[in-house]
């Protein structure tokens, strides 16, 4: 059973900083793709940036410059350091993993292509920007 689990959400003002963090355990495979998603009011989620197993990495443009994903195998965690915060941050962020046993080149197209794909999830963690 594959479990994700997000840290690090809370308020910030526009030009601060954050941290998240995922901590994986259960069975994620060494081929899996992960990243970070949000969701706003709306019912849909945009891919925030995601890593694939290669290490290759793909940021939203609206994220670029400001956010850093990193992954530590070891510790099977994957975080998210995320500078210059705008309002427009705010959010729920989620932790996700694409697992099928295959090595996927997701870092090598926009976040949101293979967003259907993600076959694992944590429960969210609130990222709020304001001053």
């Known amino acids: 059973q594959v479990q994700l689990v997000e840290s690090g959400g809370g308020s910030a003002q526009p030009g601060g900083s954050l941290r998240l963090s995922c901590k994986a355990s259960?069975?994620?495979?060494?081929?899996?793709?992960m990243g970070w998603f949000r969701q706003t009011l709306g019912p849909e989620r945009e891919g925030v940036v995601v890593?694939?197993?290669?290490?290759?990495?793909s940021y939203a443009d609206s994220v670029k410059g400001r956010f850093t994903i990193s992954k530590d195998n070891a510790k099977n965690t994957l975080d998210l350091q995320m500078t210059s915060l705008k309002p427009e941050d705010t959010a729920m962020y989620y932790c996700?993993?694409?697992?099928?046993?295959?090595?996927?080149?997701?870092?090598?197209?926009?976040?949101?292509?293979?967003?259907?794909?993600?076959?694992?999830w944590g429960q969210g963690t609130q990222v709020t920007v304001s001053s």
């Open positions: 259960g069975l994620i495979d060494s081929s899996a793709c």
């Open positions: 996700a993993a694409y697992t099928s046993g295959v090595p996927v080149p997701c870092g090598r197209f926009a976040p949101d292509l293979f967003l259907e794909r993600y076959n694992h």
């Open positions: 890593i694939d197993a290669g290490g290759s990495t």
